[in-house]
């Protein structure tokens, strides 16, 4: 029990009267299951990697006793997911980029200039504490003052075939007071492709340059919580539909969506004419986003992969 009152510490502010009650539960869950924390700490604990990157983000310890990441996920299955989340991005990535990921730092992948008002738009990979319920890492679309624009929360871990795939928790949105005609400027600019697509697009090129098979998505009713959903009950958002739209197909689990890895393009054929130009550079753009992140993930890539 000593152990689980030092994890707890680190992770929350007992000076807080919120954070010290969630600090009480956390140990009380802790408790209750003793031998999958204990194999959870063991596993942290086998490298030097893992020790850091728990020391940098400890979260991944409270991450496995909340009801975090999907709908009626099993202590079990978190614990594991972290587990299979850290394994592959360690075999995959150098010990560099994963200690500045889980370090609070922000891994610039790509930009693009936008205006003299707004600066430049940055597409980032980070892992931040307000993110860790839907997710054990995000890729993040943000302003030159890192106001968040869009961002798709993910981990990676072994489907049920055993294919190694990314797992999308949640995609949100800007939430500023001009977010609408933030959103039609900035699509404006990347030549009428819609900015939520384009946080998916970049997400996908993600999981093709880490090696992954497959990409599943958390669907309407396997979203952890109901944050999604008026009192109405009506939808704010539906993750279902978007992914639906970008390809998808459902699993057997009603939980998750399959998406492409691949973005399906439309031949010139298909665009009109008077479209065709407009097209061109929106490819283009995709090509400089494909092409920066091949690039960056490259130069973080470990050699001695073995997964």
Not at 20 to 44: D, Q, S, T, Y
Not at 77 to 89: D, G, P, T, V, Y
Not at 223 to 244: C, E, G, I, P
Request: charged share 30%; with cysteine; glycine share 4%.
């Amino acid at each position: 029990m000593s152990n689980f009152i030092e994890l707890g510490k680190k992770i929350y502010d007992l000076n807080n009267p919120r954070e010290a009650h969630r600090f009480a539960v956390f140990v009380a869950r802790c408790c209750l299951h003793p031998k999958r924390m204990n194999r959870l700490e063991k596993f942290f604990g086998q490298s030097e990697l893992l020790k850091k990157i728990a020391a940098g983000y400890p979260f991944v310890y409270e991450q496995a006793t909340r009801a975090f990441f999907y709908y009626r996920s099993t202590f079990e299955e978190r614990a594991r997911l972290i587990e299979e989340n850290m394994q592959f991005l360690s075999a995959r990535l150098n010990e560099d980029f994963l200690l500045k990921l889980y370090g609070d730092k922000k891994i610039e992948l790509w930009k693009m200039p936008l205006d003299e008002t707004l600066g430049e738009m940055r597409l980032v990979m980070c892992a931040e504490s307000g993110q860790r319920k839907e997710g054990l890492a995000a890729i993040m679309l943000t302003l030159a003052d890192d106001t968040p624009i869009y961002q798709i929360l993910f981990w990676i871990a072994r489907s049920r075939e055993s294919k190694w795939a990314m797992f999308i928790g949640a995609m949100q949105g800007p939430n500023v007071d001009d977010a609408k005609e933030l959103v039609k400027h900035i699509t404006k600019k990347c030549h009428a492709y819609r900015t939520k697509n384009l946080i998916l697009y970049a997400a996908q090129a993600v999981a093709r340059n880490l090696g992954v098979e497959k990409i599943f998505a958390v669907t309407n009713e396997g979203y952890y919580a109901n944050n999604h959903v008026r009192r109405d009950r009506k939808l704010k958002t539906s993750f279902s539909d978007f992914w639906q739209e970008a390809g998808g197909t459902p699993t057997e689990d009603k939980r998750f969506y399959e998406l492409p890895l691949i973005e399906t393009r439309k031949t010139f054929e298909e665009i009109p004419s008077h479209k065709r130009a407009a097209y061109r550079r929106r490819f283009a753009l995709l090509d400089d986003l494909d092409a920066a992140i091949e690039k960056t993930l490259r130069g973080f890539r470990n050699e001695t992969c073995d997964i």
